[in-house]
Nanobody, 125 residues
């Protein structure tokens, strides 16, 4: 599976941005999609993840209520809508995937087998 992330950019605090990630290649089958982010000098952290059907979505506490993650399996794309952005949301965001047919979504980077290139999100105060 190849993942191509798009979106991101520079936004003022309180604003909104949308990230998308398109999957190509071996997209048949059940796979979990997730977003991670990494700020300078910090470890990569889980942001959100969604199971193959979209019936189970997990969010990090830091983004709960502000970010919404969805998927369109017909188009092999996922979308992360980020509202009420804060300066602490500034990071490089990565989409990732692994195969699973369950409802549980992993929050650890090591579980994910496929990664897209990062996209920068910068939120100014």
């Amino acid at each position: 599976v190849q993942l191509q992330a798009s979106g991101g950019g520079l936004m003022q605090a309180g604003g909104s941005l949308r990230l998308s990630c398109a999957a190509s290649g071996r997209t048949s089958g059940y796979y979990v999609m997730g977003w991670f982010r990494q700020a300078p000098g910090k470890e990569r952290e889980f942001v959100t993840g969604i199971n193959w059907s979209g019936s189970s979505t997990y969010y990090a506490d830091s983004v709960k209520g502000r970010f919404t993650f969805s998927r369109d399996n017909a188009k092999n794309t996922v979308t992360l809508q980020m509202n009420s952005l804060k300066p602490e949301d500034t990071a490089v965001y990565y989409c990732a995937a692994y195969y699973s047919s369950g409802r549980v979504v992993a929050t650890t980077p090591g579980t994910y087998d496929y990664w897209g290139q990062g996209t920068q999100v910068t939120v100014s105060s």
